[in-house]
Protein backbone atom coordinates (compact mmCIF):
# COMPACT_ATOMS: atom_id res chain seq x y z
CA UNK A 1 0.00 0.00 0.00
CA UNK A 2 1.51 3.59 -1.06
CA UNK A 3 2.51 5.75 1.71
CA UNK A 4 0.23 8.98 2.36
CA UNK A 5 2.58 11.47 0.90
CA UNK A 6 3.36 9.44 -2.30
CA UNK A 7 -0.68 9.61 -2.80
CA UNK A 8 -0.77 12.92 -1.79
CA UNK A 9 2.15 13.94 -4.42
CA UNK A 10 0.74 12.14 -7.30
CA UNK A 11 -2.58 13.92 -6.87
CA UNK A 12 -1.13 17.09 -7.06
CA UNK A 13 1.33 16.07 -9.75
CA UNK A 14 -2.03 15.32 -11.36
CA UNK A 15 -3.34 18.36 -10.52
CA UNK A 16 -0.76 20.89 -11.96
CA UNK A 17 -1.09 18.89 -15.60
CA UNK A 18 -4.76 19.13 -15.79
CA UNK A 19 -4.34 22.99 -15.18
CA UNK A 20 -2.08 23.10 -17.95
CA UNK A 21 -3.84 20.70 -20.16
CA UNK A 22 -6.59 23.30 -19.63
CA UNK A 23 -4.86 25.86 -20.81
CA UNK A 24 -3.62 24.18 -23.59
CA UNK A 25 -7.04 23.50 -25.12
CA UNK A 26 -8.18 27.25 -24.05
CA UNK A 27 -5.35 28.49 -26.65
CA UNK A 28 -5.95 25.81 -29.26
CA UNK A 29 -9.55 26.87 -28.98
CA UNK A 30 -8.64 30.62 -29.66
CA UNK A 31 -5.97 29.65 -32.75
CA UNK A 32 -8.66 27.22 -34.21
CA UNK A 33 -11.28 30.19 -34.70
CA UNK A 34 -8.95 32.19 -36.66
CA UNK A 35 -7.33 29.13 -38.41
CA UNK A 36 -10.68 28.26 -38.94
CA UNK A 37 -12.47 31.62 -40.18
CA UNK A 38 -9.40 31.42 -42.70
CA UNK A 39 -9.97 28.31 -44.50
CA UNK A 40 -13.69 28.22 -44.70
CA UNK A 41 -13.30 31.79 -46.58
CA UNK A 42 -10.71 30.64 -48.64
CA UNK A 43 -12.16 27.19 -49.69
CA UNK A 44 -15.00 28.48 -52.07
CA UNK A 45 -12.59 30.50 -53.92
CA UNK A 46 -9.42 28.03 -53.81
CA UNK A 47 -12.45 25.26 -54.98
CA UNK A 48 -13.84 27.41 -57.68
CA UNK A 49 -10.45 28.62 -59.18
CA UNK A 50 -9.04 25.43 -59.00
CA UNK A 51 -12.16 23.85 -61.42
CA UNK A 52 -11.83 26.80 -63.63
CA UNK A 53 -7.84 25.93 -63.72
CA UNK A 54 -8.57 22.48 -64.23
CA UNK A 55 -10.94 23.42 -67.36
CA UNK A 56 -8.66 25.99 -69.26
CA UNK A 57 -5.63 23.58 -68.68
CA UNK A 58 -7.36 20.12 -70.05
CA UNK A 59 -9.13 22.10 -72.81
CA UNK A 60 -9.10 20.37 -75.95
CA UNK A 61 -10.42 23.53 -77.47
CA UNK A 62 -7.39 26.06 -76.88
CA UNK A 63 -4.27 24.84 -78.95
CA UNK A 64 -2.13 26.86 -75.87
CA UNK A 65 -0.96 24.18 -73.29
CA UNK A 66 0.63 25.64 -69.70
CA UNK A 67 3.69 24.33 -68.69
CA UNK A 68 2.52 23.40 -65.58
CA UNK A 69 -0.22 20.93 -67.35
CA UNK A 70 2.41 19.13 -68.94
CA UNK A 71 2.13 14.88 -68.46
CA UNK A 72 5.42 12.91 -68.43
CA UNK A 73 6.47 9.70 -66.53
CA UNK A 74 7.49 10.41 -63.02
CA UNK A 75 11.02 10.11 -63.01
CA UNK A 76 11.46 11.63 -60.21
CA UNK A 77 8.86 12.65 -57.53
CA UNK A 78 8.37 15.11 -55.17
CA UNK A 79 6.35 14.82 -52.00
CA UNK A 80 5.29 17.92 -49.70
CA UNK A 81 4.24 17.07 -46.72
CA UNK A 82 2.20 19.11 -44.21
CA UNK A 83 2.95 18.30 -40.39
CA UNK A 84 3.20 20.60 -37.62
CA UNK A 85 6.11 22.18 -35.29
CA UNK A 86 4.99 20.96 -32.07
CA UNK A 87 3.14 17.69 -30.69
CA UNK A 88 0.31 17.14 -28.22
CA UNK A 89 -2.39 16.86 -30.89
CA UNK A 90 -3.19 13.20 -31.12
CA UNK A 91 -2.72 11.26 -33.90
CA UNK A 92 -2.29 14.25 -36.07
CA UNK A 93 1.11 14.02 -37.38
CA UNK A 94 2.04 10.12 -36.81
CA UNK A 95 -1.34 9.58 -38.94
CA UNK A 96 -0.22 12.20 -41.76
CA UNK A 97 3.38 9.76 -41.78
CA UNK A 98 1.61 7.03 -42.34
CA UNK A 99 -0.27 7.79 -45.30
CA UNK A 100 3.10 9.32 -46.81
CA UNK A 101 5.04 6.02 -46.01
CA UNK A 102 1.82 4.24 -47.58
CA UNK A 103 1.35 6.56 -50.61
CA UNK A 104 4.84 5.97 -51.66
CA UNK A 105 4.94 2.16 -51.25
CA UNK A 106 1.61 1.66 -53.14
CA UNK A 107 2.66 4.47 -56.00
CA UNK A 108 6.44 5.27 -55.90
CA UNK A 109 8.21 2.23 -54.55
CA UNK A 110 10.50 2.20 -57.86
CA UNK A 111 11.32 5.81 -57.17
CA UNK A 112 12.14 5.46 -54.06
CA UNK A 113 14.26 2.19 -54.22
CA UNK A 114 15.92 4.21 -56.99
CA UNK A 115 16.64 7.61 -55.21
CA UNK A 116 14.15 9.58 -57.05
CA UNK A 117 11.77 10.68 -54.59
CA UNK A 118 12.68 13.73 -52.46
CA UNK A 119 10.39 14.81 -49.60
CA UNK A 120 10.08 18.88 -48.82
CA UNK A 121 8.48 18.53 -44.97
CA UNK A 122 6.46 21.68 -43.95
CA UNK A 123 6.44 21.48 -39.96
CA UNK A 124 9.11 20.81 -37.87
CA UNK A 125 7.69 17.37 -37.22
CA UNK A 126 7.42 16.46 -40.66
CA UNK A 127 11.25 17.34 -40.63
CA UNK A 128 12.43 15.92 -38.27
CA UNK A 129 10.08 12.29 -39.23
CA UNK A 130 11.66 12.04 -42.68
CA UNK A 131 15.32 13.40 -41.78
CA UNK A 132 15.73 10.19 -39.37
CA UNK A 133 14.54 7.68 -41.62
CA UNK A 134 17.45 9.06 -44.26
CA UNK A 135 14.82 9.82 -47.00
CA UNK A 136 15.95 12.58 -49.33
CA UNK A 137 15.20 15.71 -47.78
CA UNK A 138 15.04 19.61 -48.89
CA UNK A 139 15.33 21.55 -46.17
CA UNK A 140 14.80 24.78 -46.62
CA UNK A 141 11.50 25.42 -45.91
CA UNK A 142 10.42 23.48 -43.01
CA UNK A 143 9.75 26.50 -40.02
CA UNK A 144 6.66 27.93 -42.50
CA UNK A 145 4.66 27.64 -39.13
CA UNK A 146 6.33 29.96 -37.61
CA UNK A 147 5.32 32.74 -39.61
CA UNK A 148 2.39 31.40 -42.08
CA UNK A 149 1.30 33.97 -44.52
CA UNK A 150 0.81 33.52 -48.29
CA UNK A 151 3.87 35.42 -49.12
CA UNK A 152 5.73 33.25 -47.42
CA UNK A 153 4.23 30.56 -48.74
CA UNK A 154 3.47 31.88 -52.49
CA UNK A 155 7.99 31.48 -52.16
CA UNK A 156 7.66 27.93 -51.46
CA UNK A 157 5.15 27.66 -54.48
CA UNK A 158 7.34 28.87 -56.32
CA UNK A 159 10.24 26.90 -55.82
CA UNK A 160 8.37 23.92 -56.66
CA UNK A 161 6.94 25.00 -59.92
CA UNK A 162 9.72 26.27 -61.08
CA UNK A 163 11.36 22.62 -60.12
CA UNK A 164 8.63 21.26 -61.90
CA UNK A 165 9.13 23.23 -65.59
CA UNK A 166 12.88 22.69 -64.97
CA UNK A 167 12.71 18.93 -65.35
CA UNK A 168 13.99 18.77 -61.56
CA UNK A 169 10.95 16.69 -60.74
CA UNK A 170 8.26 15.17 -63.43
CA UNK A 171 5.63 14.63 -60.26
CA UNK A 172 4.97 16.96 -57.36
CA UNK A 173 2.12 15.71 -54.69
CA UNK A 174 0.69 17.17 -51.29
CA UNK A 175 -0.02 15.39 -48.45
CA UNK A 176 -2.00 17.12 -45.59
CA UNK A 177 -4.74 16.93 -42.95
CA UNK A 178 -7.92 18.39 -44.33
CA UNK A 179 -10.11 19.92 -41.80
CA UNK A 180 -13.44 18.83 -41.62
CA UNK A 181 -14.35 19.72 -37.87
CA UNK A 182 -12.45 19.86 -34.25
CA UNK A 183 -12.73 15.92 -34.03
CA UNK A 184 -11.76 14.88 -37.32
CA UNK A 185 -8.91 15.43 -40.04
CA UNK A 186 -8.63 13.67 -43.34
CA UNK A 187 -5.76 12.91 -44.37
CA UNK A 188 -5.19 13.88 -48.31
CA UNK A 189 -3.16 13.11 -51.28
CA UNK A 190 -3.20 15.21 -53.85
CA UNK A 191 -1.46 15.79 -57.49
CA UNK A 192 -0.37 19.26 -57.40
CA UNK A 193 2.16 19.10 -60.48
CA UNK A 194 1.55 18.48 -63.26
CA UNK A 195 -2.29 20.07 -63.28
CA UNK A 196 -4.17 16.87 -63.20
CA UNK A 197 -6.95 16.40 -65.87
CA UNK A 198 -10.19 16.14 -65.70
CA UNK A 199 -11.22 12.66 -64.57
CA UNK A 200 -13.95 10.85 -66.53
CA UNK A 201 -16.92 10.79 -64.03
CA UNK A 202 -16.25 14.49 -64.11
CA UNK A 203 -16.21 15.43 -67.59
CA UNK A 204 -20.18 15.70 -67.62
CA UNK A 205 -20.57 17.66 -64.53
CA UNK A 206 -22.44 21.25 -64.84
CA UNK A 207 -19.48 22.91 -63.22
CA UNK A 208 -17.19 21.34 -66.04
CA UNK A 209 -18.92 21.95 -68.93
CA UNK A 210 -19.03 25.84 -68.77
CA UNK A 211 -17.72 27.68 -72.18
CA UNK A 212 -15.41 30.47 -70.53
CA UNK A 213 -14.95 33.44 -72.28
CA UNK A 214 -11.30 34.08 -71.59
CA UNK A 215 -10.22 37.59 -71.67
CA UNK A 216 -7.93 38.82 -73.12
CA UNK A 217 -6.59 35.50 -74.35
CA UNK A 218 -6.08 32.18 -73.69
CA UNK A 219 -2.34 32.59 -73.73
CA UNK A 220 -2.79 35.42 -71.49
CA UNK A 221 -4.59 33.53 -68.47
CA UNK A 222 -2.39 30.20 -68.80
CA UNK A 223 0.96 32.39 -68.46
CA UNK A 224 -0.28 34.42 -65.92
CA UNK A 225 -3.56 33.50 -63.91
CA UNK A 226 -2.44 29.29 -63.81
CA UNK A 227 0.61 30.18 -61.75
CA UNK A 228 -1.12 32.31 -59.33
CA UNK A 229 -4.05 29.82 -59.22
CA UNK A 230 -1.58 27.20 -58.12
CA UNK A 231 0.27 29.10 -55.59
CA UNK A 232 -2.97 29.62 -53.84
CA UNK A 233 -3.77 25.76 -54.01
CA UNK A 234 -0.67 25.41 -52.09
CA UNK A 235 -1.43 27.94 -49.60
CA UNK A 236 -4.97 26.53 -48.98
CA UNK A 237 -3.23 23.06 -48.08
CA UNK A 238 -1.28 24.74 -45.61
CA UNK A 239 -4.34 26.58 -44.26
CA UNK A 240 -6.46 22.85 -44.32
CA UNK A 241 -3.36 21.72 -42.09
CA UNK A 242 -3.07 24.34 -40.12
CA UNK A 243 -6.91 24.59 -38.62
CA UNK A 244 -6.60 20.85 -38.58
CA UNK A 245 -3.72 20.90 -35.74
CA UNK A 246 -5.11 23.21 -33.79
CA UNK A 247 -8.96 20.76 -33.55
CA UNK A 248 -6.72 18.29 -33.34
CA UNK A 249 -4.40 19.98 -30.37
CA UNK A 250 -8.33 21.19 -28.59
CA UNK A 251 -9.42 17.57 -28.91
CA UNK A 252 -6.43 16.18 -27.59
CA UNK A 253 -6.00 18.31 -24.12
CA UNK A 254 -9.47 18.00 -24.24
CA UNK A 255 -9.58 14.34 -23.68
CA UNK A 256 -6.49 14.73 -21.48
CA UNK A 257 -7.98 17.01 -18.88
CA UNK A 258 -11.36 14.48 -18.96
CA UNK A 259 -8.82 11.91 -18.06
CA UNK A 260 -6.91 13.56 -15.63
CA UNK A 261 -10.42 14.30 -13.43
CA UNK A 262 -10.71 10.56 -13.92
CA UNK A 263 -7.22 10.33 -12.26
CA UNK A 264 -7.56 13.02 -9.95
CA UNK A 265 -11.07 10.17 -8.41
CA UNK A 266 -9.25 7.15 -8.18
CA UNK A 267 -5.83 8.60 -6.70
CA UNK A 268 -8.46 10.41 -4.11
CA UNK A 269 -10.27 7.28 -3.29
CA UNK A 270 -6.88 5.34 -2.95
CA UNK A 271 -5.68 8.50 -0.54
CA UNK A 272 -9.24 7.66 1.85
CA UNK A 273 -8.78 3.85 1.88
CA UNK A 274 -5.01 4.82 2.76
CA UNK A 275 -5.49 7.09 5.26
CA UNK A 276 -8.79 5.00 6.39
CA UNK A 277 -6.08 2.05 6.81
CA UNK A 278 -3.83 3.99 8.66
CA UNK A 279 -6.33 5.26 11.23
CA UNK A 280 -7.38 1.90 11.85
CA UNK A 281 -4.13 0.70 12.12
CA UNK A 282 -3.11 3.17 15.04
CA UNK A 283 -6.43 2.62 16.72
CA UNK A 284 -5.48 -0.91 17.46
CA UNK A 285 -1.84 0.32 18.26
CA UNK A 286 -3.76 2.09 20.90
CA UNK A 287 -6.44 -0.56 21.51
CA UNK A 288 -3.99 -2.89 22.35
CA UNK A 289 -1.59 -0.73 24.35
CA UNK A 290 -4.53 -0.22 26.94
CA UNK A 291 -5.02 -3.85 26.70
CA UNK A 292 -1.42 -4.73 27.45
CA UNK A 293 -0.93 -1.94 30.27
CA UNK A 294 -4.53 -3.32 32.41
CA UNK A 295 -2.61 -6.68 32.13
CA UNK A 296 0.58 -5.83 33.53
CA UNK A 297 -1.10 -3.84 35.76
Not at 14 to 41: G, H, N, P, W, Y
Not at 89 to 115: D, L, M, P
Not at 186 to 194: G, M, N, S, V, Y
Not at 264 to 289: D, F, P, W
Request: with cysteine; charged share 30%; proline share 3%.
Amino acid sequence: MPSLKEVRNRISSVKSTQQITKAMKMVAASKLRKAQDAIIQMRPFAQKLQSILVNISSGNESEVQSDYAQERPPAKVLLVVISSDRGLCGAFNSSIFKKTVSHIEEQYEENFNRGDLYILPLGKKSYEYFKKRDYKVIDDYWEIFSDLSFDNVREIAEYVMNEFITYEFDRVDLIYNEFKNVATQIQRTEQFLPIPEIEEEEENEDEHNLDFILEPSAETIINEVIPQSLKIQFYKALLESNASEHGARMTAMDKATENAGELLKELTKVYNQTRQAYITKEILEIVGGAEALEQNG
